[in-house]
């Protein structure tokens, strides 16, 4: 039995994508477990680009299993439009499973995500306005509708009356928008319904049957520890779980079938949308991190906010996620700085914090603490392919992450293509 769970350690876009993508070659399935396509995971192989927002991060590989888990939402024509895009980029998805308990992505929680933004106005969370809270709203009381509804018309339709019976009212009332008829929403979805229902499973029998079957499976989280609804920065987090319990109840199995977790982190650290940040750069080194390492985000599009790496960061990450092992990506980025800071606890009025604040007030106000280390300014090392090659100031600095996170950093990418790594501490399947 091989359980791995892969999850964000920062803000998200920590990498997850390329790192799903290389060692998917040992799976036979990988698995999506929250989120929805508020996520954008980029895989880069050879001259082939994929930016991924719903489909598994496996899919270059024809042997695995890609599956949507019961804990995703999903919008059926973002959906479609991602599956037609790798058909006809040569890449076949009829081996893709959908949880038949996955939630839907529905008109209305796109409008109501952005109309809820627009009234927060200076104080919005800097959703992706692709419907996710709504739906996952709806989800948590109940009213949402599954992807099994769409199976069955009359249920459909039943469910989806109900819905708007609630939704047009808060879409005229409280937002002076225009409101749906249940005809108009049906149409379009029923005819999504069609193309869909071939793939729709019962996901978690068919995982915890490979587990059985001594098959290897990957959870490939999205969004990052940061954003977890209940262990983020809360309320700027996303409206599901991405730290490594999510696995378990977003996929469908217990906690024992996960035999490793592995903790994505940059070699720096980025956020995008709203929300504390206290190693934030606001200077030129913040502004060529985002030039080097181009951070513009995957589904937006919008610039990334970046920073110095936040070991407590990490080290919280660690603990809520039971990481067995990090991986640190992007390390080449910082070939572009002179001397690298890392921030190893925070100030705030007069006390040291080691961990994590668990008041709001303090995280927001938290000053990092620094411990600086020389660079390897100019010395290319996207080369570098064993720990060994690489410039001696960036082996300490690994080491020096390493320590403070008391977790080994097991896999380094040093570039974005999948051959750009260095495999520290990952055996191949025998
Ligand atoms: P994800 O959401 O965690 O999958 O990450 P994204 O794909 O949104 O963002 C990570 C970005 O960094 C992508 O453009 C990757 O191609 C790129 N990337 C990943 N690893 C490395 C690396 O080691 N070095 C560099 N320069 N880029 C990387
Ligand atoms: P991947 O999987 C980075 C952020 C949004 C916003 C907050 C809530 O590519 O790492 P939402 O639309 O989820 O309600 O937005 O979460 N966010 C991400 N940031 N990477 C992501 O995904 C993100 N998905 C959501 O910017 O701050
Ligand atoms: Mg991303």
Redesign the pocket.
Known sequence: MAGITLV?AQW???????ITDLIAYDMDYVVRFQGGNN????V?HGDRVLKLHLIPSGIMYPHITPVIGNGCVIDPKVLLEEMDKLEADGLSTHRLLISCNAHVIMPYHRDLDGASERRLGSQEIGTTRRGIGPAYMDKASRMGIRIQDLTDEHIFRKKLEAALLEKNDILEKVYALPTYTVEQIAEEYLAYAERIKPHIEDTSLVINKALDGDQWVLFEGAQGTLLDLDHGTYPFVTSSSPTAGGACTGAGVGPKRIDRVLG?AKAYITRVGSGPFPTELSDETGELLTQV??EYG?TTGRRRRCGWYDAVIVRYAVRVNGLTDLVI?????LSAVDTIKVCVAYEYEGHRYNELPAHQTAFHHAKPIYEELPGWKGEDITECRTFEELPKNARDYITYIEDLADVPVSII????SRE?TIMRRWEARA
């Open positions: 964000g998200g876009d920590e990498g997850k994508g390329k996520a954008g995971h980029t880069i994505i390492g181009g995957t990506t992007k390390l080449d980025v990418a040093v570039g974005p750009q």
